[in-house]
Structures are given as C-alpha cells and as structure tokens.
C-alpha cells in the first residue's frame, strides 16, 4: 500500500482544515488507518484512527472534540477534518495504515507498516 496525504497549508487559529490520504494497492478495507503529527522539535504522536470493519473512531485528548476521522473505502481515501484550530495544531501531519491491526495498538506508531509522506499544517495567531 502507498499512501498520498494532501489539504495542508497555513490557516487561522479558529479555522477548519480537511486533510485527505489516497493509498493505492489492494485490500484497503482491511487497514486500521491513522493520523499521526510531528510539531516543530518533537516526536510524532497519534492524533486519530478509525477501524477496518466497524469504522470504530480513536482520538488523543489534544484532538477530541475538535477532529474527526472518517474513510470511503470505495475511493480508497481517508479524511482527517480539522475545526477550531489552534497554533499547537501546527505540525506535519502523517496518515498510516496497518493491517488487521488489534484495537489495543491503534494509537502505538511502531504498529504501522505504510506511511505517507506528510502534509504540514500551519495555524497562525
């Protein structure tokens, strides 16, 4: 699976942002997929998920409430729809899959094999 992240650019604090990932390949519907972001001097962390099969949704804390992930298996594409952004929301922004995976690692990065490129999100004050 390759996958294409697109929709970053510079926003206003308070604006909304959709984020959208294509993969290629096959077998989609069977890929937990993710977000994941990496501000500026820090690690990568989870940001969302959502399930193969249920479509079951996962959000970090910093994220709830704000994010929300979705996919359409038919066009092979997952969507990340950002509001009320914030300047701490400035990060690059990462989509990744992973087959079959348990629910218990949908947040663990190292449980992610396909990785798309990035697209970076910046929020001005």
């Known amino acids: 699976v390759q996958l294409q992240a697109f929709g970053g650019g510079l926003v206003q604090t308070g604006d909304s942002r959709r984020l959208s990932c294509v993969a290629s390949?096959?077998?989609?519907?069977?890929?937990?997929l993710a977000w994941f972001r990496q501000a500026p001097g820090k690690g990568r962390e989870f940001a969302a998920a959502?399930?193969?099969?249920?479509?079951?949704?996962y959000y970090s804390d910093s994220v709830k409430g704000r994010f929300a992930i979705s996919r359409y298996n038919a066009k092979k594409t997952v969507y990340l729809q950002m509001d009320s952004l914030q300047p701490e929301d400035t990060a690059i922004y990462y989509c990744?899959?992973?087959?079959?995976?348990?629910?218990?690692?949908?947040?663990?990065?190292?449980?992610?094999?396909?990785w798309g490129q990035g697209t970076l999100v910046t929020v001005s004050s």
């Open positions: 390949g096959q077998f989609f519907k069977q890929y937990t």
């Open positions: 990744a899959a992973a087959s079959w995976l348990h629910d218990y690692y949908y947040s663990t990065e190292r449980y992610y094999n396909f």
């Open positions: 959502i399930r193969y099969g249920t479509s079951a949704t």
